[in-house]
T-cell receptor, first 120, second 112 residues
Framework: NAGVTQTPKFRVLKTGQSMTLLCAQD?????MYWYRQDPGMGLRLIHY???????AKGEVPDGYNVSRLKKQNFLLGLESAAPSQTSVYFC???????????????????FGAGSRLTVL | LAKTTQPISMDSYEGQEVNITCSHN???????ITWYQQFPSQGPRFIIQ???TKVTNEVASLFIPADRKSSTLSLPRVSLSDTAVYYC?????????????FGAGTRLFVKA
């Protein structure tokens, strides 16, 4: 049981290049998230997905696109990388709790190890 | 989403008990309080979650007063390895809980 796996772990891009970060989870979780974390700061939500085929914007969605074609995968794309996107990216997933649907309970996230992206 | 306020940083010594308080004045009825721990170069990991009163597990205790406008994470007898950032989150299904937002967290530094 690998949990949440992110690839690649490290990547260096030039300004204007494109790339895709892959997040895979083997826990059959419904929800998946992408966050970015800049040095000395907390995590900021980029995009999230509440199920296969659905995505939604988080706090800082500009410059990123996402897709959730399969339940276990959540892809984060940068179409034209900028130095401001230099960051550590974390993927997370969580399951649909029965209590969550019944207007109670809470959402517990399992995180990947992170992907460090540098844009020159 | 309920806004949370935590101290930016705290220092402690090995063997001491550490209490980190989080304020969440506009917590909603169905919101839960969740704490995460993040070590350098790692993703956050879940520590504890509660709704009211006291919750205890093998890692920490969570104290929530009756009005639920604050909560306190208690780490008993900390060690150097407890040096990390601790995040308090508040949310539930009726308050956009899927959109899980992290604040800046509290940076705990444990000294020998």
């Amino acid at each position: 049981n690998a949990g949440v796996t992110q690839t690649p772990k490290f990547r260096v891009l030039k300004t204007g290049q494109s790339m895709t970060l892959l997040c895979a989870q083997d826990m059959n979780h419904e929800y998946m998230y992408w966050y970015r974390q800049d040095p000395g700061m907390g995590l900021r939500l980029i995009h999230y997905s509440v199920g296969e085929g659905t995505t939604a914007k988080g706090e800082v969605p500009d410059g990123y696109n996402v897709s959730r074609l399969k339940k276990q995968n959540f892809l984060l794309g940068l179409e034209s990388a900028a130095p401001s996107q230099t960051s550590v990216y974390f993927c997370a997933s969580s399951k649909l709790e029965e209590g969550w649907v019944r207007s109670s309970g809470a959402n517990v996230l399992t995180f990947g190890a992170g992907s460090r992206l540098t844009v020159l | 989403l309920a806004k949370t306020t935590q101290p930016i940083s705290m220092d402690s010594y090995e063997g001491q008990e550490v209490n980190i308080t989080c304020s969440h004045n506009n917590i909603a009825t169905n919101d839960y309080i969740t704490w995460y721990q993040q070590f350098p170069s790692q993703g956050p990991r879940f520590i504890i979650q509660g709704y009211k009163t006291k919750v205890t597990n093998e890692v920490a205790s969570l104290f929530i007063p009756a009005d639920r406008k604050s909560s306190t994470l208690s780490l008993p007898r900390v060690s150097l390895s407890d040096t990390a950032v601790y995040y308090c989150l508040v949310g539930g299904p009726n308050t956009g809980g899927f959109k899980t937002i992290f604040g800046a967290g509290t940076r705990l530094f444990v000294k020998a």
